[in-house]
């Protein structure tokens, strides 16, 4: 077993002969999760899947995990050198923007190929409703005159960017409960997906929400409530991508990935 320069195990970690290419994943998402039970089986590749560690009680993937953060952009680069990373692999949320760029920078510092992994983003159709914004205050303002009920759908983390406004009431779903500051009148659900269309519609009827609040994450894991919005009338509020950093290498799919593993072996 291996220690990080952070103080992590990373548990079954080979010896450097017993493999070909050595690749730290970025992960917990859920193409980070199918790539790494692919990888399980490729021959000549040895992953390690790493986690933010902010969800509680996150889903692992299979094979060898580390938990926690890096210490930014040099924290990574040690680990990654300490541990002879020889590619790496950034699955992360598409909003995870800042780890996107600390992997793209400590990969470009040591000359180690990184590949970024990005499901697609949803798409409007017709019967949506969609009012597309570049950030969470963009979405703040807007939501802040489309109605009273509001439904927030962006994770905890974000909820402090609503927290200024007072003549509306929030129903606040997440995983974990929120950090940081809340709207002075809401509900917090904590769950996970994947969720049904017909679960979606009766809380959206249920608690008469205006206005649905979501981030640009795409997936089929939760996008039951984009159908469910579109067929009840409830205007989106949809939060765009942050964007990839400047020349990164991009794929939308775990066996793209496992391509490109290849290519490395």
Not at 247 to 255: H, K, Q, Y
């Amino acid at each position: 077993m291996a220690t990080s320069s952070a103080g992590y195990a990373v548990v079954g970690h080979q010896e450097r002969g017993a493999v070909a290419v050595r690749v730290l994943l970025l992960g917990g998402t859920r193409e980070a999760r199918e790539l790494a039970e692919i990888a399980t089986g490729e021959r000549g590749v040895e992953i390690v899947s790493s986690l933010a560690g902010r969800v509680r009680a996150p889903v692992l993937p299979a094979g060898p995990v580390r938990v926690g953060g890096f210490g930014g952009v040099e924290g990574l680069r040690t680990w990654l050198a300490d541990n002879d990373i020889d590619a790496l692999v950034d699955a992360t949320h598409p909003f995870a923007g800042t780890m996107s760029d600390h992997a793209a920078a400590a990969g470009a510092s040591l000359g180690i190929p990184v590949l970024h992994l990005r499901r697609p983003g949803w798409r409007e159709v017709p019967g949506d409703r969609w009012i597309r914004v570049p950030d969470l205050r963009g979405a703040a303002e807007t939501v802040a005159t489309r109605g009273d009920r509001v439904f927030l759908t962006i994770g905890r983390q974000g909820v402090a960017a609503f927290a200024h406004l007072t003549g509306q009431w929030f129903l606040i779903r997440a995983i974990d409960p929120p950090t940081g500051e809340v709207p002075e009148s809401h509900e917090v659900l904590l769950a996970r997906g994947p969720f049904t269309v017909a679960d979606e519609q009766r809380l959206l009827t249920d608690r008469r929400i205006d206005v649905l609040v979501t981030k640009d994450s795409g997936g089929d894991l939760t996008a039951a409530k984009l159908t469910a919005a579109r067929t009840r009338g409830v205007p989106v509020v949809m939060v765009d991508r942050p964007p990839l950093p400047a020349g990164a290498a991009a794929v939308e799919t775990a066996s793209a990935v496992r391509e490109w593993l290849r290519a490395q072996a």
